[in-house]
């Protein structure tokens, strides 16, 4: 068993994949179908699609009407996912992607337009987390984080920017960002480090890429409920540790990440470039927990007269 950021990692033993696969976190069907966009004749490729936020983002997609490529390298929970997507009606190719790599990543991208003659989004959800302090850290772990994460991040927006480009036709670049990128926490450093990393890669990207009508943005989540969705587990301990610093006090689901993302891919955000959405309960406003005895206001102190009545 491996020990990631506050989760076990059994691949063993992953969590089973539920009937229907496809259709978690997928939007109550009495309230029908996103209603922020249409993605009729847009193509889509997600990666870390094969489970977790990236599963649900997919399919959010597929069924506002994207053509959509699953890049992972969990090639079990990929092929489900886009069989159950395509059973479902949906337009969906599963590409074996390990994000590291730029041979790969230019590969999978290539074969998406070979398929679907296009790109318009990206969005980059492939992560593993370390769960170790700094002195703990070994080479490879470090390294294995850093390159999912932020090297992917860099592979995949130069390669999806380059096709952008030769369409012509603008495009979104959508990153899955994180908490730890901007409120550090302890046993995160490699997460926090490469999620901090992408915050500058974006706003690089915006002013590099707007002449192109081309957008970068982050999508950041704060904790998110994955169970049943992915062969992460969240550690309850964890889970309650981190809802202490929550102001909205609960857990985020993964459909509430798919909500930003598809905004943000959307026509409606044309003018949203080298941001960061956080949909994180307040986690990142501030110190939640940081309080102290109240002192009556200092009026006298500060030469003010005192208020009749208070
Ligand atoms: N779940 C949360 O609470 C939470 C909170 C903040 C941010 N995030 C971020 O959201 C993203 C998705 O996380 P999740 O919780 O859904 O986790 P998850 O483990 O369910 O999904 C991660 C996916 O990435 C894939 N992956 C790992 N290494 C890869 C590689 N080298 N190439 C291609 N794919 C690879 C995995 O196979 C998996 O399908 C991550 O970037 C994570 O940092 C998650």
Not at 18 to 41: E, I, M
Not at 64 to 73: F, P
Not at 266 to 288: E, W
Request: charged letters at 20%; a negative charge; one cysteine or more.
């Amino acid at each position: 068993m491996r020990r990631i950021q506050g989760y076990d990692t059994d691949t063993e033993n992953p969590a089973p994949v539920p009937d229907g696969a496809g259709c978690w976190g997928a939007v109550d069907p009495q309230r029908g179908a996103c209603p922020l966009a249409d993605f009729s004749g847009k193509v889509a490729i997600v990666t870390g699609a094969a489970s977790g936020i990236g599963r649900v983002i997919v399919t959010r997609f597929a069924q506002a009407g994207a053509r959509t490529v699953i890049a992972d390298t969990d090639a079990d929970w990929g092929e489900n996912v886009a069989r159950a997507l395509t059973d479902a009606g949906h337009d969906v190719r599963f590409v074996r992607t390990d994000v590291r790599y730029s041979d790969q990543v230019d590969a999978m991208v290539a074969r998406t337009v070979e398929q679907f003659g296009r790109v318009d989004i990206l969005v980059h959800g492939a992560g593993v987390t370390v769960h170790k302090e700094i002195v703990d850290i070994s080479d490879a772990e470090w390294d294995l984080q850093i390159n999912v994460q932020l090297r992917g991040a860099f592979l995949l927006s130069r390669a999806v920017a380059r096709q952008l480009i030769r369409q012509g036709e603008g495009g979104r670049l959508i990153l899955i960002g994180s908490t730890a990128g901007n409120n550090a926490r302890v046993e995160s450093g490699p997460h926090a480090v490469s999620k901090a990393g992408e915050i500058q890669l974006v706003h690089v990207l915006a002013l590099e890429l707007g002449r192109h009508r081309i957008t970068a943005n982050i999508v950041s989540p704060g904790l998110t409920d994955i169970a049943g969705l992915s062969r992460t587990v969240q550690h309850p301990e964890y889970q309650q540790a981190f809802l202490t610093q929550v102001p909205i006090g609960r857990l985020g689901q993964p459909d509430e990440i798919a909500n930003a993302v598809l905004f943000i891919a959307s026509d409606q955000a044309d003018f949203i470039t080298g941001q960061m959405l956080c949909v994180d309960g307040g986690y990142s406003a501030g110190k939640l927990a940081v309080q102290g005895p109240s002192n009556p206001p200092p009026y006298d102190r500060v030469g003010m007269e005192k208020p009749l009545q208070d």
